[in-house]
């Protein structure tokens, strides 16, 4: 199994809160993703990084934040949460070629209330 | 755009029993096409890949073939295992897009 790990695991907050979930991968990949799934929805990408410094949007990025200072970290950050953003949210790592295959971290659920 | 529709559940099938669970795409350029397993509280773990038409991926039984002519890659096992129960998502890959399907819940009953 890749080494992804995704803290905290499960999460509840308020409405207007600020919320940030970890992604730490031990595998020195270039490229990691953040992604959400929703039922009958699937996975859709919020935000992806290509580099340290480097990110870009994905499909459903309004309301998030990333940050990448160093290679195995990934920080997703909700700036003032709310419950349509109550999800469960999954860290993805993939090299050499950007977005082919894709390994995937546990997961962390997020309630927001 | 880049889509994927797969097939809706949920699928119950006894134990032994054939699974098809069907799946077509839309792209631009030539996407690599993929299934992944979802297993109760985890998160997904690629089952098995294919890069180009006709190539054939297969894994713990089960294959899936690219079709170019019908967009398609559906994914057969010949005989279901209680232990396959899982939620299964096509996906796939162009330019540095990467799309998922809505994922299909299998139960297999002994």
């Known amino acids: 199994d890749a080494g992804i790990t995704q803290s905290p695991r499960h999460k509840v907050t308020e409405t207007g809160t600020p919320v940030t979930l970890r992604c730490h991968q031990t595998e020195n990949h270039r490229y990691m993703y953040w992604y959400r799934q929703d039922p009958g929805h699937g996975l859709r990408l919020i935000h992806y990084?290509?580099?340290?410094?480097?990110?870009d949007k994905g499909e459903v990025s309004d309301g998030y934040s990333v940050s990448r200072s160093k290679t195995e970290d990934f920080l997703l950050t909700l700036e003032s949460a709310t419950s349509s953003q109550t999800s469960v949210y999954f860290c993805a790592i993939s090299e050499p070629r950007g977005a082919d295959t894709q390994y995937f971290g546990p997961g962390t659920r997020l309630t927001v209330l | 755009g880049n889509s994927v529709t797969q097939m809706e559940g949920p699928v119950t099938l006894s134990e032994e029993a054939f699974l098809t669970i069907n799946c077509t795409y839309t792209a631009t350029g030539y996407p690599s096409l993929f299934w992944y397993v979802q297993y109760p509280g985890e998160g997904l773990q690629l089952l098995l890949k294919a890069t180009k038409a006709d190539d054939k991926g297969s894994n713990k039984g089960f294959e899936a073939t690219y079709r170019k002519e019908t967009t398609s890659f559906h994914l057969e096992k010949g005989s279901v295992q209680v232990s396959d129960s899982a939620v299964y998502f096509c996906?796939?890959?162009?330019?540095?897009?990467?799309?998922f399907g809505a994922g299909t819940r299998l139960t297999v009953k002994p």
């Open positions: 996906a796939l890959s162009v330019l540095n897009d990467m799309r």
């Open positions: 990084s290509y580099g340290v410094k480097d990110t």
